[in-house]
């Protein structure tokens, strides 16, 4: 049986707000290129409408990556599962992220890019849900911050589904 889900934020809503924040990046990023980075598989849908709203030259790289667990690991270490498939030494970097809880993941992936000489690298995130952070993570653009509730769809999944929803929600049990 399929699950009820309850919209956080419609269709129409998502929509707006990735073209507010194209236009917020081609501003911030006008007379130079930037380097796309999506984190998969979450940020796809995101990255991809936000690639197309950008006025500015726009290149993509994919990098995949899984958190090594839990408490267990306190290090934030994470495992990439896909590295980059070009190098980001000069180039401006903005990592494309679904959503930041703990801050974990972004937070170590900031450090590893940053540790490969782009010219600059910055964070988009859809989603922030604050209340969870474990590690401070400087994020430049935010789409929505929302509740401390788990959410699915545009990208992000449950147990590998709802990623194709076209809106943001939650699993109502
Ligand atoms: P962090 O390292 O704790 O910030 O984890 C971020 C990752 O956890 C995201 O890229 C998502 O894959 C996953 N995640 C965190 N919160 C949610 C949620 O509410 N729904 C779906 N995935 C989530
Ligand atoms: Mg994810």
Redesign the pocket.
């Known amino acids: 049986m399929a699950d009820k889900i309850r919209v956080m934020l419609s269709e129409e809503q998502v929509e707006v707000r990735i073209k507010e924040l194209a236009q917020q990046i081609s501003k911030d990023y006008e007379g130079k290129s930037v380097h796309l980075i999506c984190?998969l598989k979450?940020s796809v849908f995101f990255s991809c409408d936000l690639a197309k709203r950008l006025s500015i030259p726009v290149t993509l790289d994919f990098m995949s990556v899984s958190?090594y667990g839990n408490e267990t690991v306190s290090s934030g270490r994470v495992r990439i599962l896909k590295d980059l498939d070009e190098s980001i030494q000069g180039r401006n970097v903005l990592i494309v992220?679904?959503?930041?809880?703990?801050?974990?993941?972004?937070a170590y992936l900031k450090d590893l890019l940053g540790s490969r000489a782009p010219e600059s690298l910055e964070i988009c995130t859809l989603l922030d849900?604050p209340d969870r952070r474990e590690t401070e993570v400087d994020v430049k653009y935010v789409g929505f911050v929302i509740p401390d509730e788990?959410?699915?769809g545009y990208g992000?999944?449950?147990d590998q589904l709802y990623r194709n929803l076209p809106y943001v929600g939650v699993v109502e049990s």
Not at 97 to 106: A, K, N, Y
Request: proline letters at 0%; hydrophobic letters at 40%; aromatic letters at 10%.
């Open positions: 984190i979450g958190s992220e679904d959503i930041i809880d703990s801050g974990r993941t972004l849900k788990f959410v699915v992000l999944d449950y």
